[in-house]
């Protein structure tokens, strides 16, 4: 029996946030990387449409154990505080980018929750780390992404084109297949790091204040946002006068909100990541984004970004397929009657003027051509499989979106404190199998009861398996089958599985993450279901040795983003 489990448990996490950048610098430069083709732009080298860029990286064997097991510390600074320590540290390198080898670079892990991995980490590549005025191809650092929530591997690329299309300031994207030390790690993304560069590209000067997500526009919320030009005394009051504005009352909300913000590029920037199905952007999660405050207008503008999640035709029984409403500033423009027009109006537009499903088809069949070899070796065709389910996505989005909107103006049904998680109902299981089993069907026991979303999971014909997941990480799944032949699944995770042992464990995300959906292996698709949080785990027995007892239970709420 297939059952993309690796899909659904790229689904659950709630924060997967790419990680921070580091401070934006100023310094002059030389090109270590003068062999690589060159042209009015050197750097769009590397973010070429008909090759995936070979990247081999070679550094001390101890530095590269150590920076695989790194995990992220608080952010360097936040608009609420000074700088802190480094999230990762840097570790000295060569890289080599299609036979261009540029020395003294500096590597460190990047990522967050969603995208951590000890055996395939998220990767910075800093030129001029060690070497002061260092670039490759032009740049001062790269960001290859690791694609951990993306098996696709094309959710980054085709979605950023799209944003550029629409007429908005994006990152340029390509793919990466990279080495480590001789050992091959697959394909990455090499997404646009949101530097110096890229602002004076789209914005003309690079002198404004940039800001990565940590926060939201409310009084008192806007100090987590992390500053990238001047970390030691930040000036935040760009992003406190959007929290201001938005308490106006509705005859004045959108000119004293477009007094500080590109309000007719922030609607356009909203209306991509509906399309688009960006559930883990601003708009539905307050995550994954850069604002800028350009020195030239004075207003902020939104920058996507952690672009990793996309074309997943999630289905969302509580809430419109059409709106985002969970960011403070989606929310208020959604619910005041002129700026909910203007939305809409945006929506339509990129409908009309962007959104091309079989032009997008044929980007994707692009794609495919180009990671085949490197996602598929075997020819299994299991990646043209994944890949025709993004097709399936695209084809379909346009009619869902087009038919609520035809239907009327779509109905946001909370409150902007009830906008983001929304109980969808609970889910309590027992469990009992052995370890070893993650990937064997027809094992295990145990009992499932509540109900997600309407749909009564309560049974006692239920299958369980255990063992570590592709990565690393210590997984359990509880099936429970329906009367009508779905799966009630319950997919729980242990991030170190030095920590699976008995004893009582809180979902936080980080240590221990739980997701919930309904498999139906008719149409091997799953639907339904979400986040689970709060929960907690019980672990009665627990080893990681191949055929020891695993028993416990587990109880939570279901949540949907």
Request: charged residues 20%; proline residues 6%.
């Amino acid at each position: 029996m297939s059952m993309p489990w690796s899909r659904l448990l790229l689904c659950s996490v709630l924060l997967a946030a790419c990680g921070g950048d580091d401070p934006v610098d100023g310094d002059g430069g030389v090109d270590g990387g003068g062999g690589l083709d060159a042209g009015v732009d050197p750097s769009d080298s590397l973010f070429p449409r008909d090759r995936v860029i070979e990247v081999q990286i070679n550094l001390a064997a101890a530095d590269w154990d150590t920076l695989r097991a790194q995990d992220p510390g608080p952010p360097e600074a936040t608009c609420a505080g000074p700088p802190g320590v480094d999230a990762y540290t840097y570790f000295p390198a060569t890289v080599t980018i299609d036979g261009t080898t540029i020395a003294n670079v500096g590597v460190r892990k990047k990522g967050n929750l969603g995208s951590l991995s000890t055996t395939r980490p998220g990767l910075k590549v800093k030129a001029n780390a060690y070497v002061s005025g260092q670039r490759i191809a032009g740049l001062k650092q790269l960001t290859l992404n690791n694609n951990k929530q993306d098996e696709t591997l094309i959710s980054q690329c085709l979605g950023y084109g799209l944003f550029i299309r629409a007429g908005l300031p994006a990152p340029r994207c390509a793919f990466a297949h990279v080495t480590v030390n001789g050992v091959d790690l697959g394909v990455y993304t090499h997404v646009e790091s949101i530097r110096d560069q890229f602002l004076t590209r789209h914005f003309g000067d690079d002198g404004g204040n940039l800001f990565e997500s940590g926060g939201d526009f409310v009084p008192g919320g806007t100090g987590g946002f992390q500053p990238k030009q001047d970390e030691t005394m930040p000036d935040c009051s760009a992003l406190d006068a959007v929290a201001t504005a938005l308490q106006a009352p509705a005859a004045e909300l959108e000119a004293r909100v477009g007094a500080v913000l590109e309000l007719d590029a922030y609607l356009r920037f909203w209306a991509m990541e509906v399309v688009t199905g960006h559930w883990d952007g601003y708009a539905n999660n307050r995550n994954n984004y850069f604002v800028y405050e350009s020195p030239v207008t004075g207003k902020l503008s939104f920058i996507p970004w952690g672009a990793d999640a996309l074309f997943e035709a999630r289905v969302r029984s509580t809430r419109p397929q059409s709106v985002y409403a969970c960011g403070a500033l989606a929310w208020k423009l959604y619910d005041t009657p002129s700026t909910r027009a203007r939305y809409l109006a945006a929506l339509r537009d990129v409908l009309d003027t962007v959104w091309d499903g079989e032009a997008m088809v044929a980007e994707i069949d692009r794609m495919q051509g180009l990671l085949r070899p490197l996602a598929d070796p075997t020819n299994s065709g299991d990646y043209a499989a994944l890949l025709d389910g993004v097709r399936q996505d695209v084809r379909a989005r346009e009619a869902v979106l087009r038919a609520e909107l035809d239907a009327g103006d779509p109905v946001w049904p909370y409150a902007a404190s009830e906008s983001c998680l929304v109980s969808v109902g609970t889910i309590n299981a027992s469990f009992a199998t052995t370890w070893g089993t993650l990937d064997t069907f027809n094992t295990g026991s145990g009992s499932m009861s509540g109900v997600v979303g309407g749909v009564d999971a309560t049974t006692t014909t239920v299958l369980a398996g255990a063992g570590l997941d592709a990565e690393g990480q210590a997984a359990l799944q509880v099936l429970g089958r329906l009367p009508d032949g779905r799966y009630a699944v319950l997919f729980l995770g242990v991030t170190d599985p030095a920590s699976f042992r008995p004893g009582s464990y809180p979902v936080d995300l980080r240590n221990v993450f739980a997701f919930m959906t309904f498999y139906d292996p008719a149409t091997d698709t799953a639907s339904g279901g979400g986040l689970v949080l709060p929960g907690t785990l019980t672990l009665n027995q627990a080893a990681t040795t191949a055929g020891a007892p695993v028993s416990g239970s587990f109880t939570g709420t279901v949540v949907e983003l």
